[in-house]
Nanobody
Framework: QIRLVESGGALVQPVESLRLSCAASINILSFKAMAWYRQAPGQQRELVARITAGGSIDYADYVKGRFTISRDMAKDTMYLQMNNQMPDDTAVYSC?????????WGQGTQVTVSS
C-alpha cells in the first residue's frame, strides 16, 4: 500500500517559519506530480503548491514569496517551507501525489498561526 505521511505541523506565532514534510513509501519520481493542499475550519480545501515529476512548480497567489515547495529524492520526501506566516495560514495541511489516474493523500498535519 502506498502511503504519504506528513509531519512538522505546530503552533507558531505570526511571522515565524515552519517546515512541513511529506514522506512517501515509494520512490517519489513514480508520481506524476505532488502537491500541498490546506483546509481551514469551515473552508474548502485549496491548493497551496505543486511540483511535477519534471520539477515544474506552481504556487497559489497567496503564498508566493512566502512558501517554498521542494523535494529530496534520496529521502522520497517533499517539503513545504513556510516563512512569514500569518493567522490566515492556519489550516490542516495535506500532501497528495498523483499516481496514474489515482490520487494518494496523506492524513494531514495541523498548522496554527496565533499570538
Amino acid at each position: 500500500q502506498i502511503r504519504l505521511v506528513e509531519s512538522g505541523g505546530a503552533l507558531v506565532q505570526p511571522v515565524e517559519s515552519l517546515r512541513l514534510s511529506c514522506a512517501a513509501s515509494i520512490n517519489i519520481l513514480s508520481f506524476k506530480a505532488m502537491a500541498w493542499y490546506r483546509q481551514a475550519p469551515g473552508q474548502q480545501r485549496e491548493l497551496v503548491a505543486r511540483i511535477t515529476a519534471g520539477g515544474s512548480i506552481d504556487y497559489a497567489d497567496y503564498v508566493k514569496g512566502r512558501f517554498t515547495i521542494s523535494r529530496d529524492m534520496a529521502k522520497d520526501t517533499m517539503y513545504l517551507q513556510m516563512n512569514n506566516q500569518m493567522p490566515d495560514d492556519t489550516a490542516v495541511y495535506s500532501c497528495v501525489a498523483a499516481l496514474g489516474s489515482h490520487a494518494v493523500w496523506g492524513q494531514g498535519t495541523q498548522v496554527t498561526v496565533s499570538s
